[in-house]
């Protein structure tokens, strides 16, 4: 049974993401008791799978290890993966929260040596890259995975697969009667964390995601720029694996349509821009890549980091949106519209279409099992009868890596407020 | 004709985009457009020659207030209702509807063009219709096919040969039509009385907008 300590003076936080994660490390270090639930098996959530950060073009193992050291620093934080909540009854300043907890069938004995991974022969789904290739059922979710320790995927149990892991193991750490159990424990005050998902891009008929290979998203891009990814790094599209040199962007791919998402995500504009940069960074002046635009939303400061993309000879600026996606007899998917600056009709066939997804709340047709207000897009809204829950990052609002930390502070300052009521430190 | 249409003018001034909310049916809509072309890349007809103006364009045009190039414009003509824009638009502006409503409004003052291709079967088809309540397809197709002359009507005639003897083995068209007999409704006065009272009330409706 795992045991967690958490009284009403505890602060729950609900997702491990760059917000969850921000909001339980902003609350434990002004010495409040946090418990943070993830339901990966790992934290850093979407953050992690991205190549780069906009606009410094760092990369965001960077910002996330910083992350993490304050985490392995700080006692008061407790941190459960694979971990979903289930259930919240009580009121602000005593909830009761029940939490399911997967089994991962490997213990806190595991290296990370990679011995289970060898042993094993069974493939599934990799989820962190999207789908975009096959992992082994014992793995390492990522390089950057914290807790540093491997997986083993429920479906080998009970397999001879299972048992070749667990012999493979030198130290003891893979525990096949690992079972899932439920949790209950105590909070003052909850920070609901749990981000956003890419818009299906199937419910886009005339985009024909689910028709074309060659048609991909903007998350499945960062995927394959990053040099962790299932391409190495090198931007080769689906169909035939050749180098995908001439690259469209299209954005608003779901948002500002009342049809799919009904505001602007916010972030796919400059997502878009960024990608541009790792076409010129892999191919130089051969690299191509064009936008098709509303509008380009570079909010704020972002503006410089536009004009900078805008003045790149290599990217091309189309004011429409795409119509249509066709493929040609080559296997190119053809970009079908109308320019509506001089209203010229344009047929372009491109190597690769990216869909700037637009971002849809993970909350959004999941029943949260509290008393919580959302709008009309799904996002949670502040709810003034039930102030001891908080949403913070992409759970409220589309925002980007930065807002989403804004907005976590913002959450986890809420419910400090709480939680010290609790504890009549403040009036 | 041409009165309604200085007389529109003149009530309106240098604000089409006010003329066209209050007179056009679904003309409140133009401004909810955001310009982002999904509309014409979507439109079938959009490689025809006489395509001169596409929707989004048109609603620019109207909120500029360019009055002469929109009432001079093929474009709101050229839809042939496919619904495309429709179902796609981010805005859900009822792209087609406008456009039967803008083409609409053209003609009422006097504005459309003479030789207009689908305006000519819009207006067939409608006199057609309205006549019994139900379309005699045969006087339809006839009136279509001898737009250019009896010589070209006759040529569409022997072409589509196969297809009517088709339909006409299968029930689904009545050559005695041709004569005027076929299918109708029960109650022809019924409709013309309804007919005729919802044209006056929509001129009615139109006349007392925008002179307040």
């Given at each position: 049974m795992?045991?967690?300590?958490?009284?009403n003076?505890?602060?729950?936080?609900v997702?491990?993401?760059?917000s969850?994660m921000t909001?339980?490390?902003?609350?434990?270090?002004?010495?409040k008791?946090?418990v943070?639930?993830?339901?990966?098996?790992y934290?850093?959530?979407r953050?992690?799978?991205?190549?780069?950060?906009?606009?410094?073009?760092?990369?965001?193992?960077?910002?996330?290890?910083?992350?993490?050291?304050?985490?392995k620093?700080?006692?008061?934080i407790?941190?459960?993966?694979?971990?979903?909540?289930?259930?919240?009854?009580?009121?602000?300043?005593?909830?009761s929260?029940?939490?399911?907890?997967?089994?991962?069938?490997?213990?806190?004995?595991?290296?990370?040596c990679?011995?289970c991974?060898?042993?094993?022969?069974?493939e599934?789904?990799?989820?962190?890259?999207?789908?975009?290739?096959?992992?082994?059922?014992?793995?390492?979710?990522s390089?950057?995975?914290?807790?540093?320790?491997?997986?083993?995927?429920?479906?080998?149990?009970g397999?001879?697969?299972?048992d070749k892991?667990?012999?493979?193991?030198?130290?003891?750490?893979?525990?096949?009667?690992d079972?899932?159990?439920t949790?209950?424990?105590?909070?003052?005050a909850?920070?609901?964390?749990?981000?956003?998902k890419?818009?299906?891009?199937e419910?886009?008929?005339?985009?024909?995601?689910?028709?074309?290979?060659?048609v991909?998203?903007?998350?499945?891009f960062e995927r394959?720029?990053?040099?962790?990814?299932?391409?190495?790094g090198?931007i080769?599209?689906?169909?035939?694996?050749?180098e995908?040199?001439?690259?469209?962007?299209i954005?608003?791919a779901?948002s500002?349509?009342?049809n799919h998402?009904?505001?602007?995500?916010?972030?796919?504009?400059?997502?878009s821009l960024?990608?541009?940069?790792?076409?010129?960074e892999?191919?130089?002046?051969?690299?191509?890549?064009?936008?098709?635009?509303i509008d380009?939303?570079?909010?704020?400061?972002f503006e410089?980091?536009?004009?900078?993309?805008?003045?790149?000879?290599?990217?091309?600026?189309?004011?429409?949106?795409?119509a249509?996606i066709?493929?040609?007899?080559?296997?190119?998917?053809?970009?079908?519209?109308v320019n509506?600056?001089g209203?010229i009709?344009?047929?372009?066939?491109?190597?690769?279409?990216?869909?700037a997804?637009?971002m849809?709340?993970?909350?959004?047709g999941?029943n949260?099992?509290?008393?919580?207000?959302?709008?009309?897009?799904?996002?949670l809204?502040?709810?003034?009868?039930?102030?001891?829950?908080?949403?913070?990052?992409?759970?409220?609002?589309?925002?980007?890596?930065?807002?989403?930390v804004q907005?976590?502070?913002?959450?986890?300052?809420?419910?400090?407020?709480?939680?010290?009521k609790v504890a009549?430190?403040?009036? | 004709?041409?009165?309604?249409?200085?007389?529109?003018a003149?009530?309106?001034?240098?604000?089409f985009?006010?003329?066209?909310?209050?007179?056009?049916e679904?003309?409140?809509?133009v401004?909810?457009c955001m310009q982002?072309?999904?509309?014409?890349?979507?439109?079938?007809?959009?490689?025809?020659?006489?395509?001169?103006h596409?929707p989004?364009e048109?609603?620019?045009l109207?909120?500029?207030?360019?009055?002469?190039?929109v009432?001079?414009?093929?474009?709101?003509?050229?839809?042939?209702?496919?619904?495309?824009?429709y179902?796609?638009?981010?805005?859900k502006?009822?792209?087609?509807?406008?456009?039967h409503?803008?083409?609409?409004?053209?003609y009422?003052?006097g504005?459309?063009?003479?030789?207009?291709?689908?305006?000519?079967?819009?207006?067939?088809?409608?006199?057609?219709?309205?006549?019994?309540?139900?379309?005699n397809?045969?006087?339809?197709?006839?009136?279509?096919?001898?737009?250019?002359?009896?010589?070209?009507?006759?040529?569409?005639a022997?072409e589509?040969?196969?297809?009517?003897?088709?339909?006409?083995?299968a029930?689904?068209?009545?050559?005695?039509?041709?004569?005027?007999?076929?299918?109708?409704?029960?109650?022809?006065?019924g409709?013309?009385?309804?007919l005729?009272?919802?044209?006056?009330?929509?001129a009615?409706?139109?006349?007392?907008?925008?002179k307040?």
């Open positions: 795992t045991s967690v300590v958490a009284t003076q505890t602060i729950l936080v997702g491990g993401g760059i969850g909001a339980a490390l902003e609350a434990a270090e002004t010495g008791q946090v943070l639930v993830e339901k990966n098996p934290l850093g959530g953050t992690v799978q991205l190549y780069r950060y906009f606009p410094k073009m760092c990369h965001p193992t960077c910002g996330l290890e910083i992350n993490l050291r304050r985490l620093a700080n006692p008061r407790q941190v459960l993966t694979l971990a979903e909540v289930t259930g919240i009854t009580g009121t602000k300043g005593a909830y929260v029940s939490v399911k907890l997967k089994p991962r069938y490997v213990n806190s004995n595991c290296t990370a990679g011995e991974g060898k042993a094993v022969s069974t599934i789904d990799d989820e962190f890259n999207y789908n975009l290739g096959k992992i082994k059922a014992a793995y390492l979710p390089n950057m995975a914290y807790p540093q320790r491997y997986v083993i995927d429920p479906s080998i149990i397999t001879p697969d299972a892991a667990k012999a493979a193991c030198k130290y003891d750490a893979v525990n096949l009667d079972q899932e159990e949790i209950n424990l105590s909070a003052g909850i920070v609901w964390a749990t981000g956003w890419p818009y299906d891009a419910k886009i008929v005339y985009y024909g995601y689910d028709r074309f290979p060659n991909i998203t903007n998350v499945e394959l720029a990053d040099p962790h990814g299932p391409t190495g090198k080769l599209r689906p169909s035939d694996g050749k995908a040199k001439n690259i469209a962007f954005q608003c779901g500002r349509d009342e998402l009904r505001h602007c995500s916010r972030f796919c504009c400059m997502g960024k990608q541009t940069h790792y076409v010129q892999k191919y130089g002046d051969e690299g191509k890549s064009t936008i098709y635009f380009i939303r570079a909010i704020d400061r410089d980091f536009y004009q900078k993309v805008k003045a790149n000879p290599n990217v091309t600026f189309v004011k429409s949106k795409v249509r066709t493929e040609d007899k080559a296997g190119n998917p053809v970009c079908n519209g509506t600056e209203y009709r344009y047929a372009n066939a491109h190597d690769l279409v990216v869909l997804l637009g849809e709340p993970a909350v959004k999941v949260i099992p509290a008393e919580v207000m959302s709008d009309s897009s799904g996002f809204m502040a709810d003034p009868a039930n102030a001891g829950i908080f949403g913070a990052g992409c759970a409220t609002n589309a925002l980007d890596v930065n807002r989403a907005s976590a502070t913002a959450a986890a300052l809420r419910a400090i407020q709480v939680v010290n009549r430190a403040e009036a | 004709m041409s009165d309604l249409n200085q007389e529109m003149d009530r309106y001034k240098n604000n985009l006010k003329e066209i909310e209050e007179q056009a679904m003309g409140e809509w401004k909810m982002c072309g999904l509309c014409s890349g979507s439109c079938p007809t959009n490689f025809h020659s006489g395509w001169d596409p989004q048109i609603f620019m109207i909120r500029a207030g360019k009055r002469e190039e009432l001079n414009s093929q474009g709101m003509y050229m839809c042939t209702s496919c619904y495309n824009c179902v796609r638009c981010p805005r502006v009822p792209v087609t509807h406008v456009m409503g803008i083409a609409e409004y053209a009422r003052i504005r459309a063009p003479k030789a207009q291709p689908t305006m000519h079967l819009s207006k067939t088809f409608w006199t057609n219709a309205t006549k019994t309540g139900r379309v397809e045969v006087q339809l197709t006839q009136s279509l096919y001898f737009k250019e002359g009896i010589g070209a009507g006759i040529k569409k022997m589509m040969q196969s297809e009517a003897l088709g339909l006409v083995k029930g689904r068209l009545n050559p005695m039509e041709a004569l005027g007999m076929g299918h109708k409704c029960k109650d022809i006065k409709i013309h009385a309804m005729a009272k919802a044209e006056e009330l929509e009615r409706n139109k006349a007392a907008k925008g307040e």
